[in-house]
């Protein structure tokens, strides 16, 4: 069974920055599609980013040019670089492993969560003005 394990949020003030990591571990971990995704209280789960593991990367729009997504295929963990925030970038974030087709889902919505099967607990980013 693929495990997710997210660390690195935090509180920060408006402007700050922050790095989150999500280490994979056990079987099953291709690393063929890795995203971020958040939720903040009362809306829906937002897809911000996604990486292939041939290094093809998409953001959501409400990210682009503040964060940035890598992955260090050695260590099994991939990186979300986030620059800049904003208090409407607090939320949870998750991450989420898939198949390549998972990278491949995206619309004006975002990546396609449901094309992702196995997810991390989570961890808090709060953004304060």
């Known amino acids: 069974q693929l495990h997710l394990l997210e660390t690195g949020g935090d509180s920060v003030q408006a402007g700050g920055s922050l790095r989150l990591s999500c280490e994979a571990s056990?079987?099953?971990?291709?690393?063929?599609?890795m995203a971020w995704f958040r939720q903040a209280p009362g809306k829906e789960r937002e897809g911000i980013a996604t990486?292939?593991?041939?290094?093809?990367?998409n953001y959501a729009d409400s990210v682009k040019g503040r964060v940035t997504i890598s992955q260090d295929n050695g260590k099994n963990t991939v990186y979300l670089q986030m620059n800049n925030l904003k208090p409407e970038d607090t939320a949870m974030y998750y991450c989420?492993?898939?198949?390549?087709?998972?990278?491949?889902?995206?619309?004006?919505?975002?990546?396609?969560?449901?094309?992702?099967?196995?997810w991390g607990q989570g961890t808090q980013v709060t953004v304060s003005s």
């Open positions: 989420a492993a898939g198949t390549l087709w998972a990278c491949n889902s995206w619309s004006s919505s975002g990546p396609d969560s449901t094309r992702f099967g196995s």
């Open positions: 056990g079987f099953g971990f291709d690393g063929a599609c």
């Open positions: 990486i292939s593991r041939i290094g093809v990367i």
